[in-house]
């Protein structure tokens, strides 16, 4: 593995007596999908903010592809995409003036007329900024930060307020983003935007990162383990499963069959009962999800905080 | 690596200064063009600032008596004496109207902290609207002196090189009070409240409602010192007189380096 595109550690930032990030640390790959996941006022958009140089943090250091964001801001903005959580466009300017105006700022720039058919904002192209949907403007806004053909695009709370369906639309334009090699930071507080999207996610909560993996192992760290339930084609002895090294545990439920386990406990599950002559219908594996991590690591954090008070 | 070395590579865009001819030149042009254009799609402070103007004085032109030399005007037609006033009036509609209300909705729709996020340096943004502004005020002063000229028969500037000075330093003046308002305001809505209210003194001491020479003395010494109230002065003494004196050039000039350094002071950009 090369370096990492972000590099951040011991990231600390107050505002008056709030401490908006107390001790952060974390890195991303180059060409990764990265989630910074956690709940409102955690400290994900300060983090973020600090990373690409619009706030200069108190302390604790950050490199983007190796730049400084204190020192090196400027080239950082060249390679740095940025779509922002809030931020909006005069309401009489068309979407095409808009790309175009920034496509100006960039030395290599993507192709507008590439990029908006990519966003699905072709057809919008000369239409006014106000005439737009929620769902275009945060294309718009996606636009912008990848116009520049960045190294690194920063996307903060990019499906917020979209329909599911908007949201399913960028999420696969970010999957098809990422296969031209950028780096993407996606910070959220949407657990299935995460789990669908990201590589690895950092949960963070109250300025601190309290779990960092990929979102199905967090999950599964949530969970201590899966669940696989099943309708098997014939009675069989609970030992054909309890003996594997996955399985933790079995219970029936009616003519169900529940097994919890670790690791790849399907594979092994359906190979077990294969080599016994018998099919697994009905399969079910009970998603664990980060949703569930989330609460279970922040509560179990913040326990820890009162405990420790 | 690759990425890294190339990032180090490149030399950041020198911030300051939009060069004609590089590519920061070209995204600055970019940039005063979409202002352009935005001013155009609403253009309320452009039909104020030079619409007014022209209509008042084909009103004051229309008035029989405004042709006529009145004595306790120092010898002067009442339109003589209205024209600075006009004048002056559209480029306060400017600075007060166009000037500062694009500013300040960039600032509340997140536009400048946009812009932050980018090679360009939001600072632009400003700039390229001071030069879109600008050039509505110039087309404003031309059209209004053209048309004094051409249809009313106003006689041609004393000293034409005093008026430009003398419209160049109340422009500065009264922009940096622009960008001021800009800087202080802290919505689109106060915008219009401030420059309404900022309006009227202003405008008074500019003599439209009373022209400064039937001021009595302590508000004609009051208007000597006031950004407008001066300016007239300035602009009267270049059309009528000759080169304007020294003291409402100085007062104009320290409006724009005190309003400009105050604007620099307290702008926010987010």
Wanted: charged residues 15%; aromatic residues 6%.
């Amino acid at each position: 593995m090369g370096l990492p595109a972000v590099q951040i550690s011991h990231l600390r930032k107050t505002y008056g007596p709030l401490v908006a990030v107390d001790d952060v640390s974390l890195s991303v790959a180059e060409g990764e999908i990265f989630g910074i996941l956690g709940p409102n006022g955690a400290g994900k958009t300060t983090t973020v903010e600090c990373t690409i140089g619009l706030r200069n943090a108190d302390s604790g250091t950050v490199r983007l592809l190796g730049l400084d964001p204190r020192t090196e801001r400027d080239q950082i903005r060249e390679i740095v995409g940025v779509q922002l959580q809030t931020g909006a466009q005069p309401g009489k300017q068309r979407v095409g003036e808009i790309i175009e105006e920034y496509q100006s700022f960039y030395r290599e720039p993507a192709d507008v007329g590439e990029l908006v058919e990519v966003l699905g904002l072709g057809p919008k192209r000369g239409d006014y900024y106000k005439t737009l949907s929620g769902g275009q403007r945060q294309r718009l806004s996606v636009a912008l930060a990848l116009i520049g053909r960045p190294k690194v695009a920063v996307l903060d709370e990019m499906t917020t307020g979209l329909d599911p369906q908007a949201r399913r639309d960028t999420w696969e334009l970010i999957e098809g983003i990422r296969r031209r090699g950028v780096t993407i930071v996606l910070v959220t507080h949407f657990m299935e935007e995460a789990e669908r999207l990201c590589d690895r996610v950092a949960l963070i909560d109250s300025g601190r990162v309290v779990a960092l993996d990929t979102p199905a192992a967090l999950a599964e760290r949530a969970r201590g383990g899966k669940t696989v339930r099943f309708l098997p084609s014939a009675p069989f002895d609970d030992r054909l499963l309890t003996g594997l090294p996955e399985v933790t545990g079995l219970e029936h439920a009616g003519q169900h069959v529940v097994v919890t386990g670790t690791g790849e406990l399907v594979n092994a599950v359906i190979l077990a009962l294969h080599a016994a002559g018998l099919t697994a219908r009905d399969v079910q594996l009970d998603s664990s999800n980060l949703e569930d991590a989330f609460v279970k690591l922040t509560g179990s954090h913040l326990h820890a905080e009162g405990a420790a008070a | 690596m690759n990425a890294i070395a190339l990032a180090r590579s490149r030399l950041a865009w020198p911030r300051r200064l939009p060069l004609p001819g590089t590519a920061q030149g070209a995204a600055f042009g970019k940039i005063v063009l979409n202002e352009a254009r935005l001013a155009r799609r609403s253009p309320m402070p452009i039909i104020g600032s030079i619409g007014l103007p022209v209509v008042l004085m084909i009103i004051f032109g229309e008035i029989p008596s405004s042709s006529q030399v009145v004595s306790t005007l120092g010898g002067l037609t009442l339109f003589d004496v209205y024209l600075p006033i006009i004048m002056v009036l559209g480029l306060t509609m400017l600075t007060l109207l166009g000037l500062p209300g694009p500013l300040v909705s960039y600032r509340e729709l997140g536009v400048l902290r946009r812009l932050s996020t980018t090679p360009v340096p939001p600072s632009w943004l400003l700039a390229a609207q001071v030069v879109v502004q600008l050039g509505g005020a110039l087309t404003g002063l031309l059209i209004v002196n053209v048309v004094s000229v051409i249809a009313f028969g106003a006689a041609d500037p004393k000293s034409p090189a005093g008026l430009a000075l003398s419209c160049l330093l109340a422009i500065a003046g009264l922009f940096a009070l622009g960008l001021l308002i800009a800087a202080v305001a802290p919505t689109s809505g106060s915008v219009n409240a401030i420059s309404r209210l900022a309006l009227i003194p202003l405008m008074f001491f500019a003599g439209l409602w009373l022209p400064r020479p039937l001021m009595p003395q302590i508000l004609q010494d009051i208007s000597n010192y006031t950004p407008l109230g001066t300016a007239v002065e300035a602009i009267q003494d270049a059309m009528q007189t000759g080169f304007p004196p020294a003291r409402p050039l100085l007062v104009l000039a320290a409006y724009a380096v005190v309003f400009g350094f105050a604007a620099r002071r307290f702008f926010r950009w987010e």
